[in-house]
C-alpha cells in the first residue's frame, strides 16, 4: 500500500508548490478562429505519432486512512512552438475531427502501463482514473481499448477506473450496453462533475457506478455558500445510501477539506493535495519514505 500520507505533510507544501497546469495555455488564451483551428487540427493528426501527449497523475487522498488510494491521469499535448495545451482547448476538438478515439486508446494504454510500473517500483496498489468522454464511449472502441490495455500491462480490472460524464446518462439505454461490458472487464466507472449533467437520477439505481465525483464548482465556495453546501449535503447523504464512493474535486483548502469530512466524504482530489505531477514526480512521492510521508 502506498505509505500513509498525513495531514501536516501535505499542510507544509505549498498549494501551488507543483507545476501541472501552464499558466499560459488552457485558460481560454488559445487563439480562436477558424484559420487556428484548422491549424490545431492538422497538429493533431501527427501530436500520436510525435509523441506529444503525456499524462499527469493528481493523487486522491482518503479521508479515513490519510494515504493516496488513486490518481486520475490528465493528458498535456506538448506542441512545438505552442507550449503545453491543456485539454480543454483540445478535446473538443479530437472529439469533432474524430481523433479522440485513438487518443482515448493511448491514453488507457499508457495509463495501466504507468500504474504497472508503479506498482513494479514497489507503490504498492494504486487506482488510476482516465477520461473517457462521451463521444468515446459511444462511437469508440472502448471496450476492445480496455481491454487490450489491461492484457497488454497485465494490470488487474478493479485498478483502472473510467471517469464518465454525467451528460451520457442523459440516454443511459445507449450507455447500458457498453458500461456493462466495461463491467464486466472487472473496471470501476464513476460519474464525472457530478451535478452538472442535467441528467434523471433515475440511472443511479439501474447503472453498474461505482462512485461519484463532486463536481469542482461546488467545492470552490462550499464555505461561504449555503446553497452549495446543501447541495453537497445532500449529493453525500445520497451517495452513502445507494453506496458510492464519494470523491470531490477541486479541493483547495483544509476548511474545505474539513468540511467534506464531517459530510462522510471518502476522498478529495485537488491542489491542496497535489496538482497533477508527471508521473515519475508521483511516484517519488508515493514510494516509501518519499515526499508524501
Ligand atoms: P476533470 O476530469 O474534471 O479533471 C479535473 C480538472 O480540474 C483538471 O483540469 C485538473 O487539473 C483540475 N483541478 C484539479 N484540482 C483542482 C483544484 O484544486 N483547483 C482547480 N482550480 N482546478 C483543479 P485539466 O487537466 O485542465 O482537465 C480538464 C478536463 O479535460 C478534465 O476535467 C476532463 O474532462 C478533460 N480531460 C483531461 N484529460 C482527458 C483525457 O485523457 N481524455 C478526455 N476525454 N478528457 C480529458
Ligand atoms: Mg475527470
Ligand atoms: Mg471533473
Known amino acids: 500500500m502506498p505509505e500513509r500520507f498525513g495531514e501536516p505533510a501535505f499542510m507544509k507544501r505549498p498549494a501551488s508548490g507543483e507545476t501541472g497546469r501552464n499558466p499560459a495555455a488552457g485558460d481560454g488564451s488559445a487563439e480562436a478562429g477558424p484559420a487556428a483551428e484548422a491549424g490545431l ?63 482515448g486508446r493511448w491514453v488507457i494504454r499508457t495509463a495501466c502501463r504507468q500504474n504497472l510500473a508503479w506498482r513494479k517500483a514497489g507503490i504498492g496498489r494504486l487506482r488510476v482514473a482516465v477520461n473517457v468522454s462521451a463521444v468515446q464511449l459511444f462511437h469508440g472502441d472502448i471496450v476492445d481499448a480496455v481491454a487490450s490495455a489491461l492484457a497488454d500491462s497485465g494490470l488487474d480490472g478493479s485498478s483502472l477506473e473510467l471517469e464518465i460524464t454525467e451528460s451520457v446518462m442523459i440516454d443511459p439505454r445507449r450507455a447500458a450496453p457498453t458500461l456493462e461490458r466495461l463491467k464486466s472487464l472487472g473496471v470501476l466507472v464513476s460519474i464525472d462533475d457530478f451535478g452538472t449533467g442535467y441528467s434523471s437520477l433515475q440511472y443511479l439505481k439501474n447503472m453498474p457506478i461505482d462512485g461519484l465525483k463532486i463536481d469542482r464548482s461546488f467545492i470552490r465556495n462550499l464555505l461561504e455558500d449555503a446553497q452549495d453546501q446543501a447541495i453537497v449535503m445532500a449529493i453525500a447523504s445520497m451517495a452513502r445510501h445507494l453506496g458510492l464512493r464519494l470523491v470531490a474535486e477541486g479541493v483547495e483548502t483544509a476548511d474545505q477539506l474539513s468540511f467534506l469530512r464531517a459530510l462522510g466524504c471518502d476522498e478529495i482530489q485537488g491542489y491542496y493535495v497535489s496538482r497533477p505531477l508527471p508521473p515519475d514526480r508521483l511516484g517519488e512521492m508515493l514510494r516509501p519514505g518519499g515526499a508524501g510521508d
Open 41 to 103: 487540427k492538422e497538429a493533431l493528426g501527427t501530436a500520436l505519432v510525435r509523441e506529444q501527449f503525456m499524462l499527469e497523475y493528481q493523487p486522491q487522498l482518503e479521508l479515513a486512512t490519510g494515504r493516496i488510494v488513486g490518481a486520475e491521469a490528465l493528458i498535456r499535448w506538448h506542441l512545438p512552438g505552442r507550449g503545453v495545451i491543456m485539454p480543454g482547448d483540445f478535446i473538443p476538438l479530437a472529439e469533432r475531427s474524430g481523433r479522440i478515439a485513438e487518443i
